[in-house]
């Protein structure tokens, strides 16, 4: 299994500790610090976020296991960018822990204590790895945040109404990001743990919106200040983006930002969903690929959500076939789907081997919060198993130390109500 005792045993210091308790969703009444969290990373480097309570210039001090100080890495906190920084910390060695704080303009220490990040492992070498999913989280403490630190996780991929933002206000979505990140214990998690994220309907500005929504710009600006990912879409479009970690590779895809912006790269018929930039991205990222796994992930579902709402892959099942077309005729082994929004888990196993060459699964995974929806667990000729169960996330273990490579997912309830989990090796998904 992927347990790091070192990682568990080490004191992880939270966030919550440099912040006063006040009262949510004023400027004026808003804690002053918040962060560290560590973003995006690689088995060569690391994206370390943090807000400070004032605008300057901030130092990463990055150390070794021993204390030593290893580099130091600076940045700007500016009031145009609501004082939210980012240190891009380069040439670090594979599957290894550093030790980290933040100096402020006068040298003085801003983070309270000593943090640690771990890149991740070499891609060229074996590992077992573990990554949690979740979607759909309200801005309150909650203890499934420090569940996945007790499961072993190693990483953190946020699917989406992450918080829920309903605005396009800029100062809104600022505050509601802000909020949301200093959530105790999830403040405690990503001190350490990489983050990523991609947005759902909530987080992109309203329920079953799509790319046609005015203010969007707004929404993206306030999502980029406050992740850590390695990119942001292209040309300050959109925010899909890729990491590979370990045995897997994990594609975060936009499904909102382009949405009937324009006619679909696959049927000039038909409307978009991806758009033609973000879909030539995910041919040539998926074609260039190296690991076992391959996890596309977004914030709705792959099927239709068989309800009023048009904002699922059903909507653009032109764009899904073509997708699976592609995977099929470039043979490209390892796909798994991943989504969440609907308010319960589910599993479908899709009848692709005629398309792709072998049954592609999908893991749905919501929500975080305790709000379920039943009467999205719809019928599905291909599903294998669904329910409406509250504070679920998805624990993703991947392992090439073992021949075949294995993909374990498991469905995780916060309070321990039994769910189920499905194990797939590379075969599976490979080509007869």
Same mark, same amino acid.
């Given at each position: 299994?992927?347990?790091?005792?070192?990682?568990?045993?080490?004191?992880?210091?939270?966030?919550?500790?440099?912040?006063?308790?006040?009262?949510?969703?004023?400027?004026?009444?808003?804690?002053?610090?918040?962060?560290?969290?560590?973003?995006?990373?690689?088995?060569?480097?690391?994206?370390?976020?943090?807000?400070?309570?004032?605008?300057?210039?901030?130092?990463?001090?990055?150390?070794?296991?021993?204390?030593?100080?290893?580099?130091?890495?600076?940045?700007?906190?500016?009031?145009?960018?609501?004082?939210?920084?980012?240190?891009?910390?380069?040439?670090?060695?594979?599957?290894?822990?550093?030790? @980290?704080?933040?100096?402020?303009?006068? #040298?003085?220490?801003? /983070? &309270?204590?000593?943090?640690?990040? =771990?890149?991740? %492992?070499?891609?060229?070498?074996?590992?077992?790895?573990?990554?949690?999913?979740?979607?759909?989280?309200?801005?309150?403490?909650?203890?499934?945040?420090?569940?996945?630190?007790?499961?072993?996780?190693?990483?953190?991929?946020?699917?989406?109404?992450?918080?829920?933002?309903?605005?396009?206000?800029?100062?809104?979505?600022?505050?509601?990001?802000?909020?949301?990140?200093?959530?105790?214990?999830?403040?405690?998690?990503?001190?350490?743990?990489?983050?990523?994220?991609?947005?759902?309907?909530?987080?992109?500005?309203?329920?079953?919106?799509?790319?046609?929504?005015?203010?969007?710009?707004?929404?993206?600006?306030?999502?980029?200040? @406050?992740?850590?990912?390695?990119?942001? #879409?292209?040309?300050? /479009? &959109?925010?899909?983006?890729?990491? =590979?970690?370990? %045995?897997?590779?994990?594609?975060?895809?936009?499904?909102?930002?382009?949405?009937?912006?324009?006619?679909?790269?696959?049927?000039?018929?038909?409307?978009?969903?991806?758009?033609?930039?973000?879909?030539?991205?995910?041919?040539?990222?998926?074609?260039?690929?190296?690991?076992?796994?391959?996890?596309?992930?977004?914030?709705?579902?792959?099927?239709?959500?068989?309800?009023?709402?048009?904002?699922?892959?059903?909507?653009?099942?032109?764009?899904?076939?073509?997708?699976?077309?592609?995977?099929?005729?470039?043979?490209?082994?390892?796909?798994?789907?991943?989504?969440?929004?609907?308010?319960?888990?589910?599993?479908?196993?899709?009848?692709?081997?005629?398309?792709?060459?072998?049954?592609?699964?999908?893991?749905?995974?919501?929500?975080?919060?305790?709000?379920?929806?039943?009467?999205?667990?719809?019928?599905?000729?291909?599903?294998?198993?669904?329910?409406?169960?509250?504070?679920?996330?998805?624990?993703?273990?991947?392992?090439?130390?073992?021949?075949?490579?294995?993909?374990?997912?498991?469905?995780?309830?916060?309070?321990?109500?039994?769910?189920?989990?499905?194990?797939?090796?590379?075969?599976?998904?490979?080509?007869?």
């Amino acid at each position: 299994m992927a347990q790091n005792l070192d990682r568990r045993s080490m004191l992880a210091i939270s966030a919550a500790t440099l912040i006063a308790t006040s009262a949510q969703g004023s400027e004026a009444d808003s804690p002053k610090l918040t962060g560290p969290m560590v973003g995006h990373v690689s088995h060569a480097d690391a994206h370390v976020w943090f807000r400070p309570d004032k605008p300057g210039k901030y130092a990463l001090h990055i150390l070794n296991e021993d204390g030593s100080e290893d580099r130091i890495v600076r940045a700007e906190a500016q009031p145009e960018h609501d004082l939210c920084l980012t240190w891009h910390v380069a040439k670090l060695q594979p599957g290894r822990k550093y030790l @980290y704080k933040i100096s402020g303009p006068t #040298g003085q220490l801003v /983070s &309270g204590e000593q943090y640690y990040l =771990e890149t991740a %492992p070499d891609p060229s070498q074996t590992s077992d790895v573990c990554l949690a999913f979740g979607s759909c989280a309200h801005n309150k403490p909650l203890a499934l945040w420090s569940q996945m630190e007790e499961r072993g996780v190693q990483g953190l991929v946020l699917l989406g109404d992450t918080p829920y933002i309903d605005s396009t206000d800029l100062k809104v979505a600022r505050e509601r990001h802000r909020s949301f990140l200093q959530v105790p214990q999830l403040a405690t998690l990503i001190g350490h743990t990489p983050t990523w994220g991609t947005w759902d309907d909530h987080d992109f500005g309203r329920n079953d919106s799509d790319g046609r929504l005015k203010g969007k710009e707004n929404t993206r600006q306030a999502f980029v200040e @406050y992740r850590a990912n390695q990119q942001f #879409g292209h040309d300050q /479009s &959109g925010i899909y983006t890729k990491f =590979e970690y370990g %045995p897997v590779e994990v594609f975060l895809l936009d499904t909102r930002w382009f949405a009937r912006t324009e006619k679909s790269p696959v049927d000039p018929n038909q409307p978009t969903l991806l758009g033609k930039r973000q879909w030539e991205w995910l041919q040539e990222a998926l074609l260039a690929s190296t690991a076992p796994f391959k996890l596309i992930a977004c914030g709705m579902i792959w099927d239709d959500k068989e309800n009023t709402e048009s904002d699922d892959w059903g909507t653009y099942t032109h764009e899904r076939d073509a997708l699976f077309a592609f995977i099929g005729e470039n043979k490209i082994s390892g796909v798994v789907l991943t989504g969440g929004d609907i308010h319960c888990s589910r599993h479908l196993k899709y009848d692709t081997v005629n398309t792709v060459g072998y049954p592609i699964h999908q893991f749905i995974v919501s929500p975080i919060h305790n709000s379920t929806i039943a009467k999205l667990n719809v019928p599905h000729p291909n599903l294998v198993r669904g329910e409406a169960i509250p504070h679920v996330w998805l624990r993703l273990e991947a392992d090439n130390t073992q021949s075949p490579p294995q993909l374990h997912a498991e469905w995780v309830q916060m309070h321990g109500r039994p769910m189920w989990d499905v194990t797939l090796t590379l075969d599976q998904l490979s080509f007869g």
